[in-house]
């Protein structure tokens, strides 16, 4: 298991290149595309918040392998979720 500061830049990372693809749908997408990027701009900053939240604060009384694990499922989940959303 990488550490929580390795985690943490991951999660920018990720969040920094789908909000970047969110600006680019803005900027020349379809007028479809252009009324949703909003939603996908919020969508993209609120994740990242959630979840540099959740690698600094643990669920007490959990496996921290666990916990670690079922965080990063979930992130790959929205991740999934917000480029569905996006090429949709």
Known sequence: ????????KVVHGICDELFAEA???????TEAQQANAETHLFAIVKM????VSRLSHPEPGMKPSLYFKDLKEKFSAQISDIIDQMNG
């Open 1 to 8: 298991m990488a550490n929580k500061r390795v985690l943490k």
């Open 23 to 29: 600006v680019a749908l803005k900027t020349y997408g």
């Open 48 to 51: 990242e918040d959630e979840f």
